[in-house]
């Protein structure tokens, strides 16, 4: 890990002293808020510091690589990791603190504590990833009990994840406002993703399909074509683009419940996961 000395912004791994920032400022009655990320920051990052900056007086992101939420075989090892960067990235946005603990301290030897999510993580990511929003609800649920913060913001591009979380403070009682962020996205309209670093040049320009097959479905609820066949539409283009499709899927979205049958009468959400190679993309965006 970088020296957290020398980085541009206030920063640390202690949670002791993260502890004490934050009751330096609840004391002098600041609003606080947070921005978990697991570093390799880009702009759609940056957007969701701009985001917390305008809801509280000081802000905080932590970046933190979770292993609970990586499969034996997914890119835990390979995820990009540029402390360096990304502090200069958080300083220049404004941000107050940068907290980045370590592994062996938020999972010391012996740890057992478990939280299982039910909800809105039934199905889509969960049909593939069966492991992924345990880790990410006990991560967060430490981080919200260590920075304490008065408003999170996630972003939208992840949107079973948002409501996820959403729902996992309103069941435990948190007293945490959780604001959504808006995806950002490049000229072509490809979802700004840490992950978009693992794509060749050729895979790049293939990615952005994503992005006007999710639109097109989007159009075609808008229109009253029954969600069945809006639906194989878009997987047999997705099929034709990618290598690989886990799913496109148009969900409630308040709760991504499954839609009845035909036409969709009420606002939902089109989602997708997609792979390139070794390269696995997801995106989403709101229908109807």
């Given at each position: 890990?970088?020296?957290?000395?020398?980085?541009?912004?206030?920063?640390?791994?202690?949670?002791?002293?993260?502890?004490?920032?934050?009751?330096?400022?609840?004391?002098?009655?600041?609003?606080?808020?947070f921005?978990?990320?697991?570093?390799a920051?880009?702009?759609?990052?940056?957007?969701?510091?701009?985001?917390?900056?305008?809801?509280?007086?000081?802000?905080?992101?932590?970046?933190?690589?979770?292993?609970?939420?990586?499969?034996?075989?997914?890119?835990?090892?390979?995820?990009?990791?540029?402390?360096?960067?990304?502090?200069?990235?958080?300083?220049?946005?404004?941000?107050?603190?940068?907290?980045?603990p370590?592994?062996?301290?938020?999972?010391?030897?012996?740890?057992?504590?478990?939280?299982?999510?039910?909800?809105?993580?039934?199905?889509?990511?969960?049909?593939?990833?069966?492991?992924?929003?345990?880790?990410?609800?006990?991560?967060?649920?430490?981080?919200?009990?260590?920075?304490?913060?008065?408003?999170?913001?996630?972003?939208?591009?992840?949107?079973?994840q948002?409501?996820?979380?959403?729902?996992?403070?309103?069941?435990?009682?948190?007293?945490?406002?959780?604001?959504?962020?808006?995806?950002?996205?490049?000229?072509?309209?490809?979802?700004?993703?840490?992950?978009?670093?693992?794509?060749?040049?050729?895979?790049?320009?293939?990615?952005?399909?994503?992005?006007?097959?999710?639109?097109?479905?989007?159009?075609?609820?808008?229109?009253?074509?029954?969600?069945?066949?809006?639906?194989?539409?878009?997987?047999?283009?997705?099929?034709?683009?990618?290598?690989?499709?886990?799913?496109?899927?148009?969900?409630?979205?308040?709760?991504?419940?499954?839609?009845?049958?035909?036409?969709?009468?009420q606002?939902?959400?089109?989602?997708?996961?997609?792979?390139?190679?070794?390269t696995?993309?997801?995106?989403?965006?709101?229908?109807?």
């Amino acid at each position: 890990m970088s020296d957290l000395s020398a980085l541009p912004l206030p920063s640390t791994a202690d949670l002791a002293h993260l502890r004490r920032i934050v009751a330096e400022w609840r004391h002098d009655g600041l609003r606080i808020g947070f921005v978990p990320t697991m570093g390799a920051l880009h702009d759609g990052h940056l957007s969701l510091i701009a985001r917390a900056k305008e809801k509280a007086d000081r802000v905080v992101a932590s970046i933190f690589v979770n292993p609970t939420q990586f499969a034996p075989g997914e890119d835990f090892d390979a995820y990009p990791r540029t402390m360096d960067a990304d502090a200069a990235k958080l300083a220049h946005a404004g941000c107050d603190l940068l907290y980045a603990p370590v592994a062996s301290d938020m999972y010391p030897d012996g740890f057992s504590a478990t939280l299982t999510v039910g909800g809105p993580s039934q199905g889509l990511e969960t049909d593939f990833r069966p492991h992924f929003f345990n880790g990410v609800a006990i991560v967060v649920a430490k981080l919200f009990n260590r920075v304490q913060p008065d408003i999170a913001v996630f972003g939208e591009k992840d949107y079973q994840q948002l409501l996820v979380i959403r729902h996992m403070v309103r069941d435990l009682d948190l007293p945490i406002e959780i604001i959504p962020g808006e995806t950002l996205r490049e000229r072509d309209g490809l979802a700004l993703s840490s992950r978009n670093a693992y794509l060749s040049t050729d895979e790049r320009r293939v990615a952005a399909s994503l992005n006007e097959i999710l639109a097109a479905f989007a159009h075609d609820l808008s229109t009253g074509i029954d969600w069945e066949t809006a639906q194989g539409k878009a997987l047999a283009k997705a099929a034709n683009a990618f290598e690989r499709v886990d799913y496109i899927e148009a969900r409630c979205a308040e709760t991504l419940a499954p839609l009845p049958p035909g036409p969709v009468h009420q606002p939902a959400r089109v989602l997708a996961a997609v792979w390139l190679d070794k390269t696995r993309l997801i995106d989403n965006m709101p229908a109807v």
